[in-house]
T-cell receptor, first 111, second 117 residues
C-alpha cells in the first residue's frame, strides 16, 4: 500500500520569498517520488522525480526536492518565488507502477 | 519531450447521451495508458489502466459499463462515458507510458472538462 500526504491545501508566499511545499509518503517498497504542477484547466506537468541515487533532485523552473527516507518526506522548495509559480502542485508516489497522488497544494504568490 | 494529446478539451452534453474522449501519444508508442478523474479542487483519482490490445483494469468503485475504455492501438486510447448524468461532470485526464520506458516517465494529456446538463 502507498499513500501521500500533502500538508497545507493552500500556501501563500510573497514574490521573491522561499517556497516550501510539504509532502510525506508511505510505501511498502522503496518509493519513486514525483512532483507535478497543474495550471487551471490543464493536465499535469512533471517538475521533478526521485528514483534512486542522489537524494537532492533538481527540476524545472528552479524547483528542487530532497528525499529523506528517515522522515519519509519529499518536500518541494524554490529559493525565490515568481508570479508564474502560482498553480496547483501534486506530490505522487509509485512503487507498483501506479501513481498515487496527494490532495494537492494550491500555491498563491503575493505581489 | 513526449506529447500526449487529449480531445476534446471541453465538452458539454445532454444527460443520457454518450461522450467519447480520445487520448493520443503523438510521438511515441504507449503500451499502457491511465485514465484519471479530478473533481474541483481535489486530487486525481485513478479510474482505470488501459493496456493495448487487452481489457482495461478498473479501480474499485469505477463502473466499467459506464466508463468504457478502448486501447486499440499503441497511440490511442479512448474513454467513453455512456448515458452521462450531471454527476459525471468532471475533469478527465489521461497519461501514457512509452513502450520503451516505464511508469517513471508517464506523460499527461491536457485534460478534458466534461459538463453534463
Amino acid at each position: 500500500a502507498q499513500s501521500v500526504t500533502q500538508l497545507g491545501s493552500h500556501v501563500s508566499v510573497s514574490e521573491g520569498a522561499l517556497v516550501l511545499l510539504r509532502c510525506n509518503y508511505s510505501s511498502s517498497v522503496p518509493p519513486y517520488l514525483f512532483w507535478y504542477v497543474q495550471y487551471p484547466n490543464q493536465g499535469l506537468q512533471l517538475l521533478l522525480k526521485y528514483t534512486t541515487g542522489a537524494t537532492l533532485v533538481k527540476g524545472i523552473n528552479g524547483f528542487e526536492a530532497e528525499f529523506k527516507k528517515s522522515e519519509t518526506s519529499f518536500h518541494l522548495t524554490k529559493p525565490s518565488a515568481h508570479m508564474s509559480d502560482a498553480a496547483e502542485y501534486f506530490c505522487a508516489v509509485s512503487g507498483n507502477e501506479k501513481l498515487t497522488f496527494g490532495t494537492g497544494t494550491r500555491l498563491t504568490i503575493i505581489p | 519531450g513526449a506529447v500526449v494529446s487529449q480531445h476534446p478539451s471541453r465538452v458539454i452534453c445532454k444527460s443520457g447521451t454518450s461522450v467519447k474522449i480520445e487520448c493520443r501519444s503523438l510521438d511515441f508508442q504507449a503500451t499502457t495508458m491511465f485514465w484519471y478523474r479530478q473533481f474541483p479542487k481535489q486530487s486525481l483519482m485513478l479510474m482505470a489502466t488501459s493496456n493495448e490490445g487487452s481489457k482495461a483494469t478498473y479501480e474499485q468503485g469505477v463502473e466499467k459499463d459506464k466508463f468504457l475504455i478502448n486501447h486499440a492501438s499503441l497511440t490511442l486510447s479512448t474513454l467513453t462515458v455512456t448515458s452521462a448524468h450531471p454527476e459525471d461532470s468532471s475533469f478527465y485526464i489521461c497519461s501514457a507510458i512509452p513502450a520503451t520506458g516505464s511508469y517513471l516517465g508517464a506523460f499527461f494529456g491536457q485534460g478534458t472538462r466534461l459538463t453534463v446538463v
